[in-house]
Nanobody, 120 residues
């Protein structure tokens, strides 16, 4: 069984920084893309940033220049460094991984979500 566990959320003032982490564990054969999504109150879930196994990145326009996604392939862990945070970044952030579990086909897996609140 595969699990994605996020950490690093919390309350931060506008202009502050947070670093989210997400570790994938279990019977993993290979990991393709990993990424972060978020869902703000009253809004649909949106892609924040994604990173493929070969290093290609994709960012939402609203976070370009402020957020940086990175990963440690050896640890099956993805990070999201969030700088210059704004109140509109407030949301539940979800980690996602496109991976192949041992003995199973390729599928998307999700973490349980971590709350990020930007407020003074």
């Amino acid at each position: 069984q595969v699990q994605l566990v996020e950490s690093g959320g919390g309350l931060v003032q506008p202009g502050g920084s947070l670093r989210l982490s997400c570790a994938a564990s279990g019977s993993i054969f290979s990991v393709n893309a990993m990424g972060w999504y978020r869902r703000a109150p009253g809004k649909q879930r949106e892609l924040v940033a994604a990173l493929t196994s070969v290093g290609r990145t994709n960012y939402a326009d609203s976070v370009k220049g402020r957020f940086t996604i990175s990963r440690d392939n050896a640890k099956n862990t993805v990070y999201l460094q969030m700088n210059s945070l704004k109140p509109e970044d407030t949301a539940v952030y979800y980690c996602s991984a496109d991976l192949k579990a041992t003995g199973r086909g390729r599928a998307d897996y999700w973490g349980q979500g971590t709350q990020v609140t930007v407020s003074s």
